[in-house]
């Protein structure tokens, strides 16, 4: 999709689109531009879509790009268009509903991305049938998170103390990128698995791991505690709390992007100290996939 100075209408997925301001640059550093934006998306569109659809989506949108102001937009905008998928999700009061996003599909996808939404965030449950929202969880999360000093070389560290500790109980766990500066590691869980018995188990295995390696890892969720050290920041786990989506693009300098990555990768960036082996911009992402497939697949057909 190439940008232009003037509004136009395109078909995406069979629906028309009224795309805007495609040569607006949204990372000032590097000149990525919205229809850069968009274009990415639309090329990663088959992979991510299978991992965000049915989920009620969080879109944090940077009108005037990275360098601008951004706000975090969860209630779908009164001017989408009818075509667009939403779903009612009760409050954390339960006395009200907010009307959710759902990108179900490529052209919802690209209608997002031409709000300037730079990144996608969805909770760990999707709706599906379930008939009572929020669901019961698909996945439990350990978002690790590089205190100052630090850098994801340290969370690849702990991320196979993680690995580690899942596969005694013969469980896989899928990593990816934050896009940022972390990283974050998946497992499946049982379809009857209560929120509760979730996080009690992250926290579990977060305090063991804290308590096995106290110069490295820390449970806390203490700014002051985290210098020199990861935080295992099990309390992702929790219905009302969302994750950067996996292929999300990140508001970063440059257009980094959350990618997924083989335990061998998160092993040898520990092993090399070297940061920038798990950093990738979106052309990186792309390329990987065309190489890779997607390394999370086992989690979208859940």
Known sequence: MAPSNTSARTTVGGRELAVSNLDKVLFPESGFTKGQLIDYYMRIADVMLPHIGERPLTMKRFPDGVAGKSFFEKHIPSHAPAWVPSVNVPSNDGQDSIPYVMVNDIATLAWAANLGTIEFHVPLWHVGRHRKLPSKPDFMVFDLDPGEGTSIVECCVVAAFVTDELAKDGVESFAKTSGSKGLQLYTPVSPKTSWDALRDHAHDIARKLESDHRDLVVSNMRKSLRRGRVLIDWSQNHPAKTTVAVYSVRAMTEPTASAPVKDSEVR?????????????????????????????APLAAL
């Open 268 to 296: 040898a960036c520990a092993k090399r100290n070297d940061p920038a082996l798990l950093r990738f911009t979106t052309d990186d992402v792309v390329r990987r996939v065309q190489k890779h497939g997607d390394l999370f």
